[in-house]
DNA sequence: CATTCTACCTTGTTTCGCCAGATACTTTTT
DNA sequence: AAAAAGTATCTGGCGAAACAAGGTAGAATG
């Protein structure tokens, strides 16, 4: 008996948001150099798209296993060794991909949103 | 024995991309107008951006049933009758504050895209 | 040696978009 | 009038992604 509708916050809204679009922030951050998670998280950070490392370590995961990523290992003065991802050929190619795709979609929404002051002007 | 890795492809991504945007672009489109769903499928499609109705009806309900939607019936000259949406008062309160998000979330992206490009020229 | 810190990983839940149907009513055709 | 086609609505099941909330292992610190 619970209350199973009504689920649309602004919250869940912003999370749903960025589903896909990660994975094509991930391959720009690496598009010319390596790190690893935690790096990646602080970067994202910095242009205020938080990120948890329960939702990074698995899509690092998945993108390897896809051919776009490869990782190799590297001792760090201060702590455990970590593992630093690079792109593959392929991640690249895919990277071009997703910058076209992103590029369709935000025009699209560009444009639905402007329709609004269009209207307006009428 | 499947595959169970490895699917990462543009397609699917496309699909992810667009996850939560859906919802932003419906309450644009309705922001000063009201239409049903013939029409915003048709909306859309004109932005690049195709819908289906199987994606469609069960969003507009979810809208509704959070309060953000509200719908009357209207005979059709041709055909069965229809169910015209408006925004509520809380849809335009959300719309205002999705407008933000997406400027938020599309602000990030670029930011992290185009710190490839200022990489280049360190 | 015990504690803290760092870095990695996993399980389960929720939500969304999509596919592939179904239902119901209207208009048109036969 | 009966059958066919068209219009508009809705639903069940599936796959994928983000997140919360854990856990493991080793290095640094006290």
New binding site residues.
Partial sequence: MKPKSA??NIE??K??M??????FCILSLLADTHA???DIIEQLKSAEL??????L??????LKNAGMLHYHWEE?????P??YYTLTQMGKASLLELQETWGALSQAVNQITQRIKNQHNE
């Fill in positions: 689920r649309v869940n809204t999370a749903q960025r589903k896909g679009i990660l994975e690893y998670a935690s938080i990120v948890v490392e329960g939702t370590y698995p899509l690092l995961t998945r760090s003065s201060s702590g455990p970590r593992k």
